[in-house]
């Protein structure tokens, strides 16, 4: 599995933007894609994340009501809406695979096995 994240770029305060994740490989019945960040000096973040079958999704409190994730299978493509952004949301943006996760471990970034390459989002007037 590969995946590539884009969208990235400055906004404003307030603003929204889209990532994409496109994803490549095998079948994804048994993946979950997730969305995670990065500042510097800090760790990565998990923000959301989607099960490829059924759709079904999980949210950090840190972005829920902010951040949406969706999926469109026909593109194999993941999106994050993200929508008020704050300065403190400038960060490296990064999708990622993780393979049979269960529910309740999809937030930690260990069962992530494929990681695409960052976007930039950074959030300044």
């Known amino acids: 599995v590969q995946l590539q994240a884009s969208g990235g770029g400055l906004v404003q305060p307030g603003g929204s933007l889209i990532l994409s994740c496109q994803v490549t490989?095998?079948?994804?019945?048994?993946?979950?894609i997730g969305w995670f960040r990065q500042a510097p000096g800090k760790e990565r973040e998990f923000l959301t994340t989607?099960?490829?079958?059924?759709?079904?999704?999980s949210t950090a409190d840190s972005v829920k009501g902010r951040f949406t994730i969706s999926r469109d299978i026909a593109k194999n493509t993941v999106y994050l809406q993200m929508n008020s952004l704050k300065r403190e949301d400038t960060a490296a943006y990064y999708c990622?695979?993780?393979?049979?996760?269960?529910?309740?471990?999809?937030?930690?970034?260990?069962?992530?096995?494929?990681w695409g390459q960052g976007t930039q989002v950074t959030v300044s007037s």
């Open positions: 490989g095998p079948t994804l019945d048994y993946y979950a």
């Open positions: 989607i099960k490829w079958s059924g759709g079904a999704t």
């Open positions: 990622a695979a993780a393979y049979g996760a269960i529910v309740t471990t999809r937030t930690r970034t260990d069962v992530y096995q494929h």
